[in-house]
């Protein structure tokens, strides 16, 4: 296959095998954003700011940020904040 993604595409082995057996190739061009959701925000933000050394922002117990490569938005959302967004609860 021509446009067959390789590891030079930089892709895991098993992503591509995934990406081949959907039936062809997809490019993906962005994800519109994604956050982890964390019972310690605290701690999470450590890792993505501390050990990756992301510049993350803060708004209230959310870390954020904006135009991470590949996405428009990653962000640190804590568990009590997640549970209100989708069930109305803590």
């Known amino acids: ?13 098993r992503v591509i095998r995934n990406v081949i057996s959907l039936g ?10 994604f956050a982890s959701i964390t019972k310690d925000p605290a701690a999470s933000a450590s890792l993505y700011q501390d050990a990756l ?7 209230d ?6 135009k991470f490569p590949w996405t428009n938005h990653f962000g ?3 568990l009590s904040m997640a549970a ?5 609860a803590e």
Do not use: Q
């Not at 209100?84 to 109305?88: D, L, N, P, Q, T």
């Open 1 to 13: 296959m021509p446009n067959e993604p390789n590891a030079r595409d930089g892709l895991p082995p």
């Open 24 to 33: 062809g190739v997809m490019e993906i061009k962005c994800i519109a954003g």
């Open 53 to 59: 050394g992301l510049p993350l922002e803060k708004m």
């Open 61 to 66: 117990d959310y870390r954020f940020m904006d």
């Open 76 to 78: 640190v959302w804590p």
């Open 84 to 88: 209100r967004s989708w069930f109305w």
